[in-house]
């Protein structure tokens, strides 16, 4: 059985718009740079066809990729106005610290902590889920040390 993928609209387009973009443009590209590459002469020793061909490879296994995920996707159905944090939210926290942070709470598959965009799945982004403003909630570190966040704001 397949799991069930959850997206916020944004997430779903910006896959979409990714998939189109692999679909149409890249594809065209790496079938241009393998024939270039082909035209090198012996392909047994050719460092430019192999580095095309792996290239095809990675964008073929994303299309698939991106693919299931659409296919298995739920949006989730962020409320205007809610005094609970939900996916889709924009959560303002005070870390231990005493310092402040932005999260973006979303599904798995448009998670990237780099840019503060953390899954509904992930420790603080599970922790978070249904608080309250003002309410402290805990969640493991990477280490297994838990972290305590106040929510100080919701907002979408």
Known sequence: MTKETVLTQAGREQLEKELDHLETTKRAEVGERIKVAREFGDITE???????KN???????RIIEITQILSTATIADTPKRSNRVAIGNKVTVQKPDGSEAEFMIVGAAEADATSGRISNESPVGAAMIGAHK?????AASPTGKEIKYTILKISR
């Open 46 to 52: 050719n460092s430019e066809y192999d580095d095309a």
């Open 55 to 61: 290239e095809q490879a990675w964008v073929e296994s």
């Open 134 to 138: 003002g309410d402290v909630v805990v």
